[in-house]
């Protein structure tokens, strides 16, 4: 398992705000990544990469509304 984390000032939070963020990726060197993105305005963004190339998304409004995510390419159709 690889663990990394650093802090972002001014990214854009799901809610919109531009706040600092703390990142934290963490693999387990066969193809799963789980990515954590942690907004100061208490916002969360989770993305998961699994080892088949699935991708898992979601995006956490600090009030805690989950918000749709958009269909990417590499998760097909």
């Known amino acids: 398992m690889t663990i990394e984390s650093t ?9 919109g705000r ?3 963020d703390d ?3 963490d693999s387990d060197g066969f193809g799963m ?4 993105d942690r907004y100061s305005c208490g916002c969360r963004y989770i993305r998961r990469d699994y080892h088949d190339g699935s991708i898992g998304e979601r ?6 509304k989950v918000l749709p995510t958009e269909l990417r390419p590499e998760q097909g159709s």
């Open 33 to 36: 990544i789980v990515r954590v």
């Open 18 to 20: 531009l706040v600092d």
């Open 7 to 15: 802090h972002r000032a001014q990214c854009r939070a799901p809610c």
């Open 23 to 25: 990142h934290v990726e």
């Open 59 to 64: 995006s956490i409004r600090h009030d805690g």
